[in-house]
C-alpha cells in the first residue's frame, strides 16, 4: 500500500537505523521538490495572480461574496481560502463560505439530485451577480466544478479555477482566471495550489489596502 510513496518501506528491511534514514532522505527530497514548484509556480502565475486579485478586489469593494468549492483534499483548500478572507489573521474580514463545509446541505443534495449538481444548486440558491466563484480540482476535469462554473457565469460571478496537469476541462470552462500547477504528482499539486491561496489572499487584501489608503 505505501510502495508508490515509500519503496523501500516493502522490503524486508531489519536495519532500523537504515530504514529511519531513508524515510528521512525521501522526506527531504519531497519537501525539496515541493519547494520549487511552489516557487517555480509563483513566478509563472505572478501576472495572472495579479489581475485575479484586482478582479476579486473589484468584486469585494461593491459587496461581492466569495464562494469555495472542491472535492477531497481540494475541499479542505477551498475551505482554508474561505476562512482566509473571512477570519484573517490581519486585516478586516470578508465575505466568504466554502460550500462544502455544510455537511447536512451537501449530503442532502447529493442524496435528492446528485453529486455533480452538488455546487451549482447552492450558487444558485445564495449567490447574485458580483459575487466571486472559486474551485479547486488537480485534475481540472471534476464534472460538479464544471457544472458550478456554468451555473456562475449565467449568473455573472467572477470565475476563478486552481487546476494541475495542464488545467483539464477548465481550460475550455471559459473562467475568468485560471491558476494551473504544472505537476502531474497529486500531493505536489495541492500543495503548490495551498501556497497559491494563501499568495491571491495577500494580493487582494494588499489591493483593497493601496485602494483605501488612496481614497
Not at 511552489?38 to 485575479?52: F, K, N
Request: with cysteine.
Amino acid at each position: 500500500m505505501t510502495d508508490f510513496l515509500y519503496p523501500f518501506i516493502e522490503r524486508q528491511e531489519e536495519d532500523v537505523d537504515a530504514l529511519l534514514t531513508d524515510l528521512a532522505t525521501s522526506a527531504r527530497a519531497k519537501a525539496g521538490l515541493s519547494q520549487q514548484l511552489r516557487t517555480t509556480t509563483l513566478e509563472i502565475l505572478h501576472g495572472t495572480l495579479a489581475a485575479t486579485a484586482r478582479d476579486m478586489a473589484d468584486r469585494f469593494s461593491v459587496g461581492g461574496r466569495l464562494f469555495t468549492f472542491g472535492n477531497g483534499g481540494s475541499s479542505t483548500d477551498a475551505s482554508t481560502l474561505a476562512a482566509l478572507f473571512a477570519r484573517p489573521p490581519s486585516g478586516p474580514p470578508l465575505p466568504a463560505r466554502c460550500l462544502t463545509d455544510d455537511s447536512a446541505v451537501l449530503t442532502a443534495l447529493a442524496n435528492d439530485v446528485g453529486f455533480p449538481l452538488v455546487f451549482s444548486r447552492q450558487l444558485n440558491a445564495h449567490s447574485r451577480p458580483g459575487d466571486i466563484a472559486v474551485g479547486f480540482s488537480t485534475s481540472g476535469n471534476s464534472a460538479n466544478l464544471l457544472e458550478a462554473f456554468g451555473t456562475a457565469r449565467r449568473a455573472g460571478l467572477l470565475t476563478v479555477g486552481f487546476a494541475g496537469y495542464q488545467g483539464g476541462d477548465m481550460r475550455s470552462a471559459g473562467l475568468d482566471h485560471l491558476l494551473v500547477v504544472g505537476s502531474e504528482s497529486v500531493h505536489r499539486i495541492q500543495e503548490t495550489q495551498a501556497a497559491l491561496g494563501f499568495a491571491l489572499w495577500e494580493r487582494v487584501r494588499a489591493v483593497l489596502q493601496r485602494r483605501t489608503a488612496h481614497g
